[in-house]
């Protein structure tokens, strides 16, 4: 009962509450979409479902049916959002802004209406 | 069109009508379980095969109504329920999950038997219309082989319903082929291009497989169907037909 392995064993939901993510993509060429998910005992049903939920109004070019438990994810703060300035490692590049005020001061001219923004 | 003489043209009405009540009757009844199947998605799944079947019927009809010049609406509402040619197969009240799958089993692959046969008719609208139907039906064959699977796999009761409810339905199952008036006509012209006997054969062939698969005794292949196979009507269909009837009767000539 308390061993971790029996609470890992039936943290697995039973079969038939299985779930799986559905990404659709509505035209050829579209990237693929997180559509939503469905609840099937496997994959031949899920297939079937996420076909009738996602796909019955000829809405979609493609379907993609992944089971939930294969998604591995990631959604921890400290690698996702850490506390420093990270800008200068944006396609954008360094935020010039702050230096340009400060090489202007030291230049003695000031633009009025940057400065002290 | 009109070139059909008027013999001909009369079993192509009765061979269009039995295909369009086959269709129509059975959407209504699989529809009932709108709300009430296993799980959610497959209350979405079964009503939305169920209306395919209905939007079948509907092609049908209208294939019908060209030919006869009358208005499809009436000829799927307008009929008392003696008036229904659609094979006893369909004359069963929904009545459990097992019932229903081991009903759409049987009829998924005696229509799709059907429909390969008719995508060659020479009466081209039936054709093409054949051609169309067989695209929706593949999905249809797949999911009711698959809950025939299911079901017999569940061993214990699911398996012991399953069972019964092969061996109810199997007689009834044969009078989706049962012989039409002026078949033969319809075969010597190619509309229908073999007879609905030789089609029966192929779906016994068909079903026989994924029946033994799934440990399920085929009752008696030797069953012919019976004459009235697509005449004889139920207490329970006659419910049914009060049921769909009903809006379209309130008020007749009333426009939606």
């Known amino acids: 009962m308390s061993s971790g392995y029996a609470s890992a064993v039936s943290s697995i939901p039973p079969a038939k509450d299985r779930v799986w993510e559905v990404f659709r993509q509505e035209a050829e060429g579209d990237p693929m979409v997180h559509g939503g998910s469905v609840k099937a005992p496997d994959e031949e049903l899920a297939t079937h479902y996420a076909r009738e939920f996602y796909g019955r109004r000829q809405e979609s070019e493609r379907l993609w049916i992944v089971p939930r438990d294969a998604i591995t994810e990631l959604d921890d703060p400290d690698l996702l959002k850490p506390p420093f300035d990270r800008s200068f490692k944006r396609p954008g590049g360094f935020l010039l802004k702050h230096k340009l005020e400060a090489a202007r001061e030291r230049a003695g001219s000031p633009q009025v209406d940057e400065v002290g923004e | ?256």
Not at chain 2, 171 to 176: G, K
């Open chain 2, 1 to 256: 069109m009109s070139d059909l003489d008027r013999e001909t043209r009369d079993a192509l009405v009765e061979l269009l009508l039995s295909m369009a009540d086959d269709e129509f009757v059975l959407g209504f009844w699989d529809s009932e379980w709108t709300g009430i199947a296993p799980i959610l998605e497959e209350d979405v799944a079964m009503s939305s095969v169920s209306q395919d079947e209905i939007g079948h019927a509907k092609a049908l009809y209208e294939l019908l109504a060209e030919l006869t010049g009358e208005d499809a609406d009436q000829i799927a509402f307008g009929r008392p329920a003696e008036g229904y040619r659609h094979a006893a197969l369909m004359n069963h009240a929904r009545t459990d999950w097992a019932f229903s799958i081991a009903r759409r089993f049987l009829y998924e692959n005696a229509d799709a038997v059907r429909l390969e046969s008719l995508a060659g008719s020479t009466y081209q609208p039936l054709a093409d219309l054949a051609v169309k139907m067989r695209r929706e039906e593949t999905y249809h064959l797949l999911h009711f082989d698959l809950w025939l699977r299911r079901l017999a796999e569940g061993g214990g009761d699911s398996h012991a319903r399953l069972a019964a409810s092969i061996e109810r339905l199997w007689p009834d199952a044969q009078a989706v082929f049962a012989p039409l008036e002026g078949e033969a006509r319809l075969v010597a012209a190619g509309i229908l291009p073999e007879s609905l006997e030789s089609l029966r054969a192929r779906w016994l062939e068909r079903v026989a497989a994924p029946l033994e698969a799934a440990h399920l005794p085929i009752p008696s292949d030797g069953a012919r169907p019976a004459a009235d196979g697509r005449t004889r009507r139920t207490d329970e269909f006659a419910w049914l037909h009060g049921e769909f009837t009903m809006v379209s009767g309130s008020e007749a000539d009333a426009t939606w």
